[in-house]
């Protein structure tokens, strides 16, 4: 499967954007999909996973309660509504993907990843 991120971008703090991540393939609703930060210098961090009929959804606890994923099977797209965002949420977000997963935290063990979108928050 092939992922396409986008939606980032510049915004002040307490802004909102909506990340999308578009898959190829006609297996989309297999996958659990999930969404992996990474800041200048930093590691890369997991941000949020949703399961594949989207009846579960997983947050770090760093964005939990202003983020949200979904998922439209029909569209090949998960989603990534980030609201009252914070300086530090600046980063590059990765969408991924995966058929078999224990740990959604654990970026190893996501098979595809998109190529990243920018997010800036500014102060």
């Known amino acids: 499967v092939q992922l396409q991120a986008s939606g980032g971008g510049l915004v002040q703090a307490g802004g909102s954007l909506r990340l999308s991540c578009a898959a190829s393939g006609r297996t989309f609703s297999r996958y659990v999909m999930g969404w992996f930060r990474q800041a200048p210098g930093k590691e890369r961090e997991f941000v949020s996973a949703?399961?594949?009929?989207?009846?579960?959804?997983y947050y770090a606890d760093s964005v939990r309660g202003r983020y949200t994923i979904s998922r439209d099977n029909a569209k090949n797209t998960v989603y990534l509504q980030m609201n009252s965002l914070k300086p530090e949420d600046t980063a590059v977000y990765y969408c991924?993907?995966?058929?078999?997963?224990?740990?959604?935290?654990?970026?190893?063990?996501?098979?595809?990843w998109g190529q990243g979108t920018l997010v800036t928050v500014s102060s």
């Open positions: 991924a993907a995966t058929q078999y997963i224990s740990n959604y935290n654990i970026a190893r063990e996501y098979d595809y």
């Open positions: 949703i399961s594949w009929s989207g009846g579960s959804t």
